[in-house]
């Protein structure tokens, strides 16, 4: 990656997945700023500049989001699709992190324009694996368009 390092927004309902999250990509090295937000609606506020996230310059610009699918308010494939829908957001890169397996889920996903599916695993050291694979790709090895 050229420049500097890019947000990371979390979307995450469940307080312990994000902590693991955050433990891992801190473990693997990674420098990128974590903000979290716990539901959908969150998510679309940040990602839009509204409410208690108008502020840019305390709430910067993600550079690729990891997004839950069962979320509280406002669902995460719904998010997805507004993200991708709207002409300021559509290229930001969103990476599924999810508990489903479900081919419906990944089909839909897709459809909607996600970048990467992933399951998270139940295993806590294969979880911690997967971070830091996330990590490496879409933080260090992944271009992103200026």
Do not use: C
């Amino acid at each position: 990656m050229q420049g500097k390092p890019i947000t990371i927004l979390l979307v995450e309902d469940d307080l312990a997945h994000a902590e693991i999250v955050r433990r891992n990509l801190e473990r693997a090295r990674v420098a990128n700023k974590l903000i979290h937000v716990e539901d959908g609606e969150a998510a679309l506020d940040y990602l839009f500049r509204r409410g208690a996230y108008a502020d840019g310059t305390q709430f910067p610009e993600p550079g690729v989001v990891l997004l839950d699918l069962r979320l509280p308010k406002v669902d995460g494939l719904e998010v997805l699709r507004i993200v991708k829908s709207d002409p300021s957001t559509a290229r930001l890169p969103v990476v599924v992190l999810t508990t489903s397996a479900a081919e419906s889920d990944l089909i839909r996903a897709y459809d909607l324009g996600a970048n990467s599916y992933l399951v998270k695993p139940v295993d806590y050291g294969k979880f911690a694996e997967l971070m830091e694979t996330f990590g490496y790709y879409w933080l260090v090895w992944n271009e992103y368009p200026h």
